[in-house]
């Protein structure tokens, strides 16, 4: 993984009086997992997209490893960067295949890496590839385009995996089986993980430190499960 530094992040989105995220610090370690919990419109998302460059922070520094990568082009942030969020954001018009392939392709990967890797992906997120390799998103259930979603996160292997409720809408088992493969993930690639849900359950089961959240993603609590569940 890669530590993750935000330096008094700031988003105003136009016609919006309030900031969303309002003068955020907060240093993220090399291959740690933190949660972010914080009521609806907290300004968790705003975060995310501004640390995966998908909008641009109003002021404020983000850092990679010891790159600055606030200014930098969004396709070399792909490499470092993995992002998947609740409703899958699949390219309706691309088949399952092509969308886990997108990034790895993006970055440079050969044809038959990037075909092996769509296999293992599909494997990893309990889909079975003869049924759901040539299947557009449409033909999927809410649960199965999610866990679409969370392959395409992983399938060019970034070192930073962002993660806004990926597995809300996925029923129990393969909830469980996800989260299971999530600590692998996190044990055996040692990946920084910043994982945005609601359930407590799952925040205390993956985190290794909470971010409690309040408006403008202004930080109540920063701290291990253990520690929030005495206070
Ligand atoms: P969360 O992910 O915690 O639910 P968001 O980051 O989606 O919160 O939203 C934070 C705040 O920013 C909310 O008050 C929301 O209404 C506002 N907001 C989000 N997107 C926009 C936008 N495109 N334009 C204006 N305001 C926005
Ligand atoms: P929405 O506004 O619908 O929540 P976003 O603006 O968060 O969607 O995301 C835009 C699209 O770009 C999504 O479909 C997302 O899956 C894709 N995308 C952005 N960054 C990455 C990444 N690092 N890896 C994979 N897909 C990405």
């Not at 699949?90 to 392939?101: D, G, K, R, S, W």
């Not at 996925?170 to 469980?176: A, E, G, H, Q």
């Not at 996190?186 to 359930?199: G, N, R, S």
Request: hydrophobic letters at 35%; charged letters at 30%.
């Amino acid at each position: 993984g890669a530590s993750i530094e935000l330096e008094e992040l700031t988003k105003r989105y136009p016609g919006n009086p309030y900031p969303s995220v309002e003068n955020v610090s907060m240093e993220i370690k090399a291959g740690e997992t933190v949660i972010f919990v914080g009521p609806s419109g907290c300004g968790k998302s705003t975060t995310l997209k501004m640390i995966n460059r998908l909008i641009e922070p109003t002021s404020g520094r983000i850092r990679i490893g010891d790159e600055d990568v606030t200014d930098i082009d969004p396709v070399k942030l792909r490499r470092k960067v993995g992002y998947a969020i609740q409703s899958s954001g699949l390219f309706p018009h691309m088949t399952v295949a092509e969308n886990i392939a997108l990034v790895p392709k993006m970055v440079g990967w050969s044809k038959s890496r990037v075909k092996d890797r769509v296999e293992e992906m599909l494997d990893l997120v309990g889909l079975d590839p003869r049924e759901f390799h040539d299947r557009y998103p449409r033909q999927l259930s809410g649960g199965q385009q999610q866990r679409v979603g969370v392959a395409r996160a992983l399938a060019a292997d970034p070192p930073v995996l962002l993660m806004d409720e990926p597995f809300g809408a996925v029923d129990p088992i393969t909830r469980d089986h996800l989260q299971d493969e999530l600590i692998r993930l996190q044990h055996e690639l040692h990946k920084t993980i910043v994982f945005v849900t609601h359930d407590f359950d799952e925040a205390i089961k993956l985190g290794d430190r909470i971010a409690v959240l309040r408006e403008r993603s202004h930080i109540a609590q920063f701290d291990t499960p253990e520690a929030i569940l005495t206070n």
